[in-house]
C-alpha cells in the first residue's frame, strides 16, 4: 500500500509554485513557475533513483530500473502544467501518483521485472498554446514537432523558444521511446463518481469531440431607428443556432454533449444591433458513429438557418479526435486492482481528453479516475479528498505490478 | 437660403479633430480633442458676432442678439462629442447647421425679433461616460449636477475633474436660461428617408427607451465530462430569453424595437459550461402604454424562464425614458418651411435618443432629419449628401425665422 500523506505532501508542495490567493494554481505551460515545478519533481525523482530524459518537445520521462531492462517499461504519467485558474490536483496528482508508486516500491524493496516510468507530457492544457494535449500528441505523431515549436501564446513567444529558455529542450526523438503500457489516475473532473459515492472510476473510453467556431455575419445599426424587418441582427440567428447543440446532444444519449462556451460580440454596444457573432460549438460522443452523425445534423442544421434567415454563417471545424476506447488488459488490470483492494467502484467514461487519448495510439492504456468535490475543475475552487487519492494510488499501484511482474 | 458649401466646408474642418484612418471621427466627451473641436467651434461663433456662455455641465450657449432681448431666444443646436467609432455627421450637423444658419442672417442683414441660439450640449454620446445625453439631461433636470459630476470613465477620471482640466466648466446653473423654441437638425441614423428616397424627415415624437441588464446565473463545469441532465448552463437559458426580445418588439408595430447588442459570458472558454452569461436588453416604442406592455411581457417571461430553468435570472432596469412627442407648433414650422421650400418629405419618429427629448421637457421642441448613407451612424463610414445636409439646414433657417420674427 502506498502512503497516503507523503503523496498529499507532495501535491501540496507542488502546489505552492504558482500559488493563487483562492487556494488554486496558476502555473502556465513552459513558464518560469513551469520550470519550477518540473525541477521539484525531477529532483523528486532523481532522489528515489530514478533516470530522467527529455525529449525534444519536452515530455519528461523518469524511469525506475526493471530486473529486465530489455523490456519495454511499465509508464504513468499525466501533466504538472495548469489552467489560468487550475487547482492543485488535475494533471498533477497523475504524475506524483506514479512518483508514490515508486517510492512505494523503494520502501519495500520490490523489484519488478519492466522498468516503471512516470511522465510528465508537456502543455496539456493547452491555455497558453495550441493544440491541447501537445506533448504525448507530438509523441505519438498525431501532429509534428515544428507544428507544436511555431505555437505563439497571445505576446507572440513560441514552444520551441520557450522550451529552450526554461532549458527542457532535450535531444530524445518524440516518440522513439518504447512503452510496454500506459495508465493515467486523474481526477474525473465530472459529478458522476461523487453522485453514485463510488471510490474509484475504471475509464473504459474517452468520448470523442468535435470543436467549431461558428460565425453569424449580419449588419450592424442603431438598434433605434432600425425597423424590425429591415435588420440582419446576427445575435438572433445566433440565438437560433445555440439552443439545437444542446438538443443534438440530447437526441444521443447518454454520452451525447453539447456546449456553447464561448462568444464574442461585434460591436458588443446596448444600442447597436450586432454585425457579428462569433461562439465555439464543443460536440462530444463515446461512439464515433454517434458523434457524425450529431456533426451532420450540426452542419445540417446551421446550413438550414442560413438558408432561412439570409445572413452568412460560417461553421469551421477546429480540432477533432474520435473517441478512443481504452485497451480490455490495461483496464482489466484496474478492475482487479479496484476488486483485490475492496474499493467501491464503477466505470466511467472521460468526457473530458487526455494524455492517455495519446498514448494509447502506442501502447496498450487505460485510466484510473478518483471524485473530486461537486464535479469542479478547471477552477481555483477543485479539490479532491485524501482518502480518494490514496486509494487511486493503491490501485495504480497494484494495476501496474501486474503488468510489470514482480 | 443657406450656403451649402460653407455648412460642408465647415463640417470637413471640424471632423479633422480626431480623424481616423477609415475617415471617421473619435473625439470622445471631455478629452483634449473635445476641448479643441470645442474651441473651433467657439471661435466661429465669435467671429460671427456671437455671445457665448457655458454652465455648469459644459453646456455652451452661442447667442445672436435679437431686437428684443427680453424675448427667450430661439435655439437649436446638438453636440460636437462622437462615438469611439463615430462619424463627422451625427451631432456636428446640428451645431453646424445652427452656425451656418446665423452666418446666413449675417450675410443678409437679417434681424430676427427674438434672439437666436446655438446651443452643443455636453456628452450626448455616453460612450465614455454614462448616462448619454448628459449635458442637456441635467439641463432639464432629468438627473442632478452632482450625478452628472461623479460619473467615471474606464480610467477612473470623473466628469467634474475633466470639465475642469479641458476649461468647460462654466458658471451659469444648468436650467437657468430661458428657451423660446428648440429645433435640432439630424441625420436619421436608421434607413426610412433613403428607402423612401425623401429629402426631409419632420418628425413628430421620439421613440421612449427601455434598457436592461438580463444576467443569469447558472454553475461553470467542464463541457466534457458533465452529463447534460446535471447542467445549470446559463448560455442556453439566455438563449431562450434572447429571440423574446425580438418577438415582443414584433407584436408592437411599426415601432416596436428590440435588440440584445451586447453580451459577456463567464469564463469564455470553449470547453466550460458557462456559468454567468450578461446581456443587455433595448426595447423601444413610440406609444409608452405599448412600451409598459412590452416592459411587463419582458418581465414575465425572463420570470418564467427563471422558473422553468431553475437558474438564478436577474433582469434589471438601467434606463428609461418614455416617448417624446413633439410639439405641434414645432413640428409645424418644420412642416411648412419643407413645404415652402419644396422639398420631398415625410414623417419619420426618431428611434434613437436626441437632446431634443429633453429640451421638450422647458420648450416647444422638434427635429428635422435629413438621410445618412445606408442608414448607417455610430460607424466610420456614416456618410451624408451636402445637397441633403443643405436642404435640411434650410429648413432649419426658414422655421427659425418663423419662430423668430423678422
Ligand atoms: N482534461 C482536460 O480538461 N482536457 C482538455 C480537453 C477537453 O476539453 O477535454
Ligand atoms: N442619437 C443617439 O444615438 N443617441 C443615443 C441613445 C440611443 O440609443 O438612442
Known amino acids: 500500500r502506498v502512503d497516503g500523506p507523503r503523496l498529499w505532501d507532495a501535491l501540496m508542495e507542488l502546489a505552492q509554485i504558482g500559488a493563487t490567493e483562492k487556494g488554486g494554481v496558476k502555473r502556465l505551460a513552459l513558464t518560469d513557475l513551469d520550470r519550477q515545478g518540473r525541477d521539484l519533481v525531477v529532483g523528486w525523482a532523481k532522489a528515489a533513483g530514478m533516470t530522467v530524459t527529455v525529449d525534444q518537445i519536452g515530455n519528461v520521462f523518469m524511469r525506475r530500473a526493471g530486473t529486465n531492462d530489455a523490456l519495454p517499461p511499465v509508464m504513468t504519467g499525466s501533466h504538472i502544467d495548469t489552467q489560468p485558474t487550475g487547482g492543485k490536483f488535475d494533471g498533477n496528482y497523475g504524475v506524483l501518483a506514479g512518483l508514490e508508486v515508486v517510492r512505494t516500491l523503494n520502501d519495500h524493496g520490490i523489484r519488478t521485472e519492466a522498468p516503471i516510468e512516470v511522465a510528465f507530457w508537456t502543455n496539456e492544457e493547452g491555455s497558453r498554446f495550441v493544440p491541447v494535449m501537445m506533448g504525448s500528441g507530438v509523441f505519438c505523431g ?50 458522476v463518481l461523487e453522485d453514485a459515492d463510488k471510490v474509484i472510476g475504471v475509464v473504459p473510453a474517452v468520448m470523442g469531440l468535435s470543436w467549431y467556431d461558428c460565425t453569424v ?44 462556451g464561448m462568444m464574442q ?49 460560417k461553421l469551421e471545424r477546429v480540432s477533432y479526435y474520435p473517441p478512443c476506447p481504452f485497451h480490455p488488459d490495461v483496464v482489466g488490470a484496474v478492475r482487479s486492482a479496484t476488486a483485490k483492494l475492496g474499493y467501491s467502484t464503477m466505470d466511467v467514461v472521460s468526457g473530458a481528453g487526455h494524455d ?9 492504456s487505460g485510466m484510473i479516475f478518483v471524485p473530486c468535490k461537486d464535479g469542479i475543475s478547471h477552477n481555483e475552487i477543485e479539490d479532491a479528498q485524501p482518502a480518494h487519492l490514496e486509494a487511486g494510488c493503491n490501485v495504480l499501484l497494484h494495476a501496474m505490478l501486474e503488468r510489470a511482474r514482480v
Open 356 to 364: 492517455a487519448i495519446y498514448a494509447a495510439r502506442l501502447a496498450p
Open 142 to 191: 498525431a501532429f509534428t514537432l515544428e507544428h507544436a515549436y511555431a505555437a505563439k501564446d497571445v505576446d507572440g513567444r513560441t514552444v520551441g523558444e520557450e522550451l529552450e529558455r526554461i532549458g527542457y529542450k532535450g535531444t530524445q526523438v518524440p516518440g522513439d521511446h518504447p512503452i510496454g503500457a500506459y495508465f493515467e489516475t486523474h481526477i474525473e473532473q465530472g459529478p
Open 217 to 260: 455575419s449580419g449588419m450592424e445599426a442603431h438598434a433605434g431607428p432600425t425597423p424590425m424587418h429591415l435588420r440582419r441582427d446576427a445575435m438572433q440567428v445566433a440565438a437560433r443556432i445555440i439552443p439545437e447543440v444542446v438538443a443534438i446532444a440530447n437526441r444521443y444519449p447518454p454520452y451525447g454533449r453539447g456546449t456553447v
Open 265 to 313: 460580440v461585434f460591436p458588443n454596444s446596448r444600442n447597436v444591433i450586432p454585425g457579428q457573432v462569433k461562439f465555439s460549438i464543443d460536440l462530444r460522443n463515446v461512439n464515433d458513429e454517434l458523434l457524425n452523425t450529431m456533426h451532420e445534423e450540426m452542419t445540417a442544421f446551421v446550413a438550414q438557418v442560413a438558408a432561412d434567415s439570409g445572413l452568412d454563417v
